[in-house]
């Protein structure tokens, strides 16, 4: 037996199924490309699902965490530190919001914005204000709180009663969210572009829609950029190009680019009429370790200029699979945007074409129940993009 098949089998042995996980172990990254225990390289376009948006092995990345790690790694929230007052101010410049709040995950960034929202209302309308509309096909986490707001039945059912209020509209259909409000409405809750479901852009209108309506009710507008924010559109956040600001906005993935954090962020009604002492926390969250991740992250994306690198790369990728759409009839269309993108796949089982895919070297993961999707490192380049199609065609 192979090394690699005995790490797998082991890896079974002990580890809850609760993954298929694809049968390669991945030992060491450089650059955008990743390398398995027995040495063969594979070109990265999933960038462990959006979080290695500087690829693997930044110089200046590793020696901050290096440099912290010796420092101080974890002193909890009841004191101030360096690296998360850095790595706050930051944060809030780049989002044009008015306070952060550090979380370890994108679920407890999710479950603190629902918490927001709650508080938001309880404090100005009193206890029976609390409605929350979701979106279908949403991904918002696997915790019970942001479960109730994930709009995937399959998800869901097992685990029921969730948390109670939640009612779902469809995404880019004004006329269900509205369909949706009661008296009761306290937000609305949604990806800027849904990513697990399948890669789904919010169209102009229906954002600036949802906005007029929250404005309307006083509700606040929750939007979940986990996925989609982090320059991954070729903006800081996916609503800056919409010029659509949420009341709350939650991040992670890419905001620590490999350490587990996630944050909400909060504009002035959410900052100024919600949170107050006791009302929430966190062990981890925020800890100087991961605040330093943050804070060099978001140094390297302002230097090197990442938003634009991928608006011009992102472009050349929205090309490449246009081409692609058009020379293969099992292709039925290309959505997303930037490096935020998916293919849809018509008559043929997506898995199959990501497992060929992995023999030709090439990692690229699903969304849906029928979109390959990418998400590549932020930091690729045209001569990456031909490489991947490449190897896509191969697998095709
Ligand atoms: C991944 C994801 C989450 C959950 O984040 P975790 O870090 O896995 O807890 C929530 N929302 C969106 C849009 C995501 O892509």
Redesign the pocket.
Known sequence: MSKEKEYIEKAEENILHTYNRYQIVLDHGKGVRLYDVEGKEYLDFAAG?GVQSLGYGNPEYTEALKTQADKLTHISNLYYSVPMMEAAEKARRASGLEKVFFTN???EA?EGALKVARKYSYTKYGPERYEIIAMNHS???RSMGALSVTGKEAYRTPFEPLVGGVRFADYNDLESVKAQITDKTCAIIL?TIQ??GGIYVASEEFLRGVRAICDEHDLLLIL?E??CGMGRTGYMFAWQEYGVEPDVMTV??ALGCGVPV?AFAVGKKAAETSLVPGDHGTTYGGNPLVCAAVSKVLDIYEKEHITEHVQKVGAYLTRKLDDLVDKYDFLAERRGKGMIQGLEVTGRPVGEIVNRALEQGLIIITAGTNVLRFLPPLVITEADVDEMAEKLERSF
Request: avoid cysteine; hydrophobic fraction near 30%.
């Open positions: 699902i995950s994108g679920t999710i991904f918002h986490g990806e990513g697990e979940d986990i996925q992670a993935k996630g």
